[in-house]
Nanobody, 118 residues
């Protein structure tokens, strides 16, 4: 059993900052990549940032958001600066994990709400 637990969402004014965290636990052998996605009502979930063999960002967040990982803690972070109302969404953590049985799956967290007021 693998779990991803996000934290750090909340309400912030435009121009402010938030830091999201996603901690993994359970039967983990290795983690290939970790990332953050976001979704708003009526829209598809979109990639915000990912960290694996390379680091990738959505064009809309480049220069404002930074993804980082603590491999010793199997945790990924998303530092969000200069937040805009358009960043309002539910943010989901994602990880490609190989469990101790040798099987690889994509796991998702439960989501954390980020609301940016104008």
């Amino acid at each position: 059993q693998v779990q991803l637990v996000e934290s750090g969402g909340g309400l912030v004014q435009a121009g402010g900052s938030l830091r999201l965290s996603c901690a993994t636990s359970g039967s983990i052998f290795s983690i290939k990549s970790m990332g953050w996605y976001r979704q708003t009502p009526g829209k598809q979930r979109e990639l915000v940032a990912s960290s694996g063999d390379s680091t990738n960002y959505a064009d809309s967040v480049k220069g404002r958001f930074t993804i980082s990982r603590d491999n010793a803690k199997n945790t990924v972070y998303l530092q969000m600066n200069s937040l805009k109302p358009g960043d309002t969404a539910v943010y989901y953590c994602n990880a490609d994990i190989t469990n101790r049985a040798g099987y690889s799956f994509a796991y998702w967290g439960q989501g954390t709400q980020v609301t940016v007021s104008s």
